[in-house]
Every structure is written in structure tokens, then in C-alpha cells.
């Protein structure tokens, strides 16, 4: 008998069926993103880079890519859901997401694996500051405190 998972269904669906992802160079290359953000470090696996574009000062769309476990596939693709649904999440509402927010809409993640919604919210913040920093709204950019990843690198 097979050993049961420790996702949610929910969790599973996004990893499994993943949304708004990029699945070739080709879709990046050919894509104009407004803002752009990664985070995370190859010698651990766990890198998710996010492209986002702006309408109105919201989120329309959010594309990213992401290489790490299943958790952090499914944090991504959650996080993508949530600042595109009902028309967009407006920028300064997309800076106050919060890594519980993913999980909370996830279902739940396992204790060790929380740290894949974190790097979600520092790629989406990433992005948004890139559009702010292009924009010259050098102002309104949210600075991240430095943090430990799973290897010990500073991000």
C-alpha cells in the first residue's frame, strides 16, 4: 500500500495542474512583462521567478516559473490565483500578502515546506518593485529584510 501524501487535495491540484506557469523559453521570450522577480537559490532547487503585468494599478496577469518540490509549485500557483482573480488585486493590497495567505488558501503545508509560500511572496514583492522601479515609483518599493533559505545563502 502506498504511502499517503501530506497535501491537501487542494495542494495537490495546483501541483499537479499548475496555473498561469510558463512551460517553454519560447512563452517567456515572447512575453512583456511590466515587472519581473526572483527569488530563491539554485544550490538549494528552490528558485521561482514571477512576471507580472499591470492595468489600472492591479495585477492582470502573473506568469512565473518555478523549480522546487511540490509545495513550492503549489505556493506559486496559488499566489498567481490570488492577484488575478475578480479583475486583478491592486498593488498595494498585493504588497500586504503574506506567506499565511497562500497557505491559508492552500489548505495547509506541511511545518517544513512553509518556506516555499515565503519565497512566493518575496517574488511577487520582487516583481512589483521592478514595475515600480521602471515606472520611476521608486517610493512606493517595499523593502524585504534579508533572509535565510534552507542552505543558510542570503537572499
Not at 14 to 43: L, Q, W
Not at 50 to 57: A, F, L, N, P, V
Request: glycine residues 6%.
Amino acid at each position: 500500500m502506498a504511502e499517503p501524501w501530506f497535501y491537501t487535495e487542494t495542494v495537490k491540484d495546483h501541483f499537479f495542474n499548475p496555473r498561469n506557469i510558463f512551460k517553454t523559453e519560447k512563452e517567456i521570450a515572447e512575453y512583456k512583462a511590466d515587472g519581473v522577480g526572483e527569488v530563491g537559490s539554485p544550490a538549494c532547487g528552490d528558485v521561482m521567478k514571477m512576471w507580472i503585468k499591470i492595468k489600472d494599478d492591479r495585477i492582470v496577469e502573473c506568469k512565473w516559473q518555478t523549480f522546487g518540490c511540490a509545495s513550492a509549485i503549489a505556493s506559486t500557483s496559488m499566489l498567481s490565483v490570488i492577484v488575478t482573480e475578480h479583475n486583478g488585486m491592486s498593488l498595494d493590497k498585493a504588497l500586504d500578502i503574506k506567506p499565511q495567505d497562500i497557505v491559508s488558501r492552500l489548505g495547509e503545508l506541511p511545518l517544513r515546506k512553509f518556506h516555499c509560500s515565503v519565497l512566493g511572496h518575496r517574488a511577487l514583492r520582487a516583481a512589483i518593485n521592478d514595475y515600480f522601479k521602471k515606472t520611476k515609483q521608486e517610493k512606493r518599493m517595499v523593502k524585504d529584510e534579508p533572509m535565510q533559505n534552507i542552505c543558510g545563502v542570503k537572499q
